[in-house]
């Protein structure tokens, strides 16, 4: 598969190796060098310029269920999947259902990197640069029929390579959903690599989607199949404790979980001692997508 990002994870580094490289290179000459490490962002009009965590933050500290509940399961568990071939299902109300492979799907969409804020429910936060195409291109492959109003989307089941799968009491496959027009926003990205690697595993190779002005556990991981229905889809999460979370789960500091608040947020990589910043309404997306949720109240459909 092709990889065109531009951003090197190699370019960014925990601050130890940055420090090691400073020493080694020596005094002004060491500064500068240092001064030059900052993000190569020739990102699109999408992404933000705070700066990217590190690679090794984004692929240490993750949830996927299917690996174990442990934020360090994925990293050390993951490896064991096998994503080649991979397929997805797409299903439902579309003009040309079927198994897609995804050599011919990337085949047939145009990628690019793309710096999103990644806030997760449990209120910790990080910059991941992503690289992907937008949904509305996979959906376009399919052909979206006129009365389709939400798309659901499902992670693979395979429980000899996911030790979660029997351990983990989830009724699985781990699946979400969007309403169509939050599936169609250009925001919205099936990403297929972090920096200039392909998706780590740990992350949901060899595709998952990422959502950003909503929390994280909406990016959905692996995926297999895409269905696109007129009813709204189930969600694993809210599956599991619908009171504490609900289908839309936009990043809102105004509505508290119900045992915790939302109000603000820690940045992976910035240490225990790091300031707490405040989260934003939509996650800092609100100029792209408040319009999508005008009139509705965001207490009620959390
Ligand atoms: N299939 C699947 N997708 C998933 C999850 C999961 O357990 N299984 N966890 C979600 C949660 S809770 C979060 S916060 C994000 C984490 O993504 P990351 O590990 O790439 O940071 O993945 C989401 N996608
Ligand atoms: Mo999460």
Known sequence: MAYKSTLKYSDITPKADYMNRRQLMGGA????????????????????????????????????????????????????????????????????????????????????????????????????????????????????????KYVGFETLVREEEMPGIRTVNVDWPYREGLRLDEAMHPLTLMATGIYDQPMPKQNGAPLRLVVPWKYGFKSIKSIVRVTLTDKQPQTSWNMLQPREYGFYSNVNPEVSHPRWSQATERKIGGGLLARR??????????????????GMDLAKNF
């Open 29 to 148: 000459a060491g500064l500068m060098a240092g001064m030059a490490l900052g993000p190569a962002l020739g990102a699109s009009k999408y992404s933000t310029d705070e700066k990217p965590n590190a690679f090794e933050d984004i692929t240490a500290y993750n949830n996927f269920y299917e690996f174990g509940t442990g934020k360090e399961d994925p990293a050390r568990n993951a490896h064991r999947l096998t994503i080649d071939p991979w397929s997805v299902k797409i299903d439902g109300m579309v003009d040309k259902p079927g198994s897609y492979g995804l050599e011919d799907i990337l085949a047939k969409v145009s990628q690019e990197e793309r710096i999103y804020r990644f806030r997760c429910v449990e209120a910790w936060s990080m910059v991941v640069p992503w690289y992907g195409f937008e949904l509305n291109q996979l959906l376009a492959l399919a052909g979206v029929q006129s009365g389709a």
């Open 277 to 294: 910043q405040k989260t934003l309404m939509f996650n800092g997306y609100e100029d792209e997508v408040a319009s999508l949720y005008a």
